[in-house]
């Protein structure tokens, strides 16, 4: 089946440490975006990127960092600088066509740090 | 800069009513996209719909329609006789500056109750 996978779904972290979030996906996308959600908010973009080796900040990139080594995956790494990471953070990925650019989103990973 | 409002938080109905969900965006863009997705308890975001800026043709999808009008900045969306499997957050959200990247809404929590 064609998708995209976080894992994990749930994740525990001590203040201070950074962590990092996996995103795969097997749909061909060229195009990755991170987000994330806090309770009663909608999604902010954290890091997108429209090819292997290129990303750019999105919204509220501080204290955030991500890679494209390989066109599937998109990890991200919520740093100690990062001042309020407990949040839902979700993955999306997308084709590059104008026409036809709606976002396919995966399950989500639930960060608390305690 | 582009901006989704969603005025409604939460709507609360009965099984078999119809319910309206509101959306408002701001754009200076000539050429957007306007999308409606379903978050329901799982955390995984569903796309329902994408409507192009050039196209104003209501759109209805069994008992979904979503009524597009350019006069008002608003896409909004019916579900008509409510059924217990709605209840989810649902959000707006409207294409950056030509982009594949997105900017939400705060979402509206729809809870319909049998």
């Known amino acids: 089946d064609g998708g995209i996978t976080q894992s994990p779904k749930y994740l525990f972290r001590k203040e201070g440490q950074n962590v990092t979030l996996s995103c795969e996906q097997n749909?061909?996308?060229?195009?990755m975006y991170w987000y994330r959600q806090d309770p009663g908010q909608g999604l902010r973009l954290i890091y997108y990127s429209q090819i292997v080796n290129d990303f750019q900040k999105g919204d509220i990139a501080e204290g955030y960092s991500v890679s494209r080594e390989k066109k599937e995956s998109f990890p991200l790494t919520v740093t100690s600088a990062q001042k309020n990471p407990t949040a839902f953070y979700l993955c999306a990925s997308s084709i590059l066509d104008w026409d036809d650019n709606e976002q396919f989103f995966g399950p989500g990973t639930r960060l608390t740090v305690l | 800069a582009q901006k989704v409002t969603q005025a409604q938080t939460e709507i609360s109905v009965v099984e078999k009513e119809d319910v309206t969900l509101d959306c408002v965006y701001e754009t200076r863009d000539t050429t957007y996209y306007l999308f409606w997705y379903k978050q329901p308890p799982s955390g995984e975001l569903v796309f329902l719909i994408r409507?192009?800026?050039?196209?104003?043709q209501n759109e209805i999808s069994g008992r979904y329609s979503w009524n597009f009008q350019k006069s008002t900045s608003s896409f909004n969306f019916t579900i008509t006789a409510s059924q217990v499997v709605d209840s989810a957050v649902y959000f707006c959200a409207l294409t950056q500056g030509g982009s594949e990247k997105l900017v939400f809404g705060k979402g509206t929590k729809l809870t319909v109750n049998p």
């Open positions: 749909l061909n996308h060229d195009a």
């Open positions: 409507r192009n800026s050039f196209d104003e």
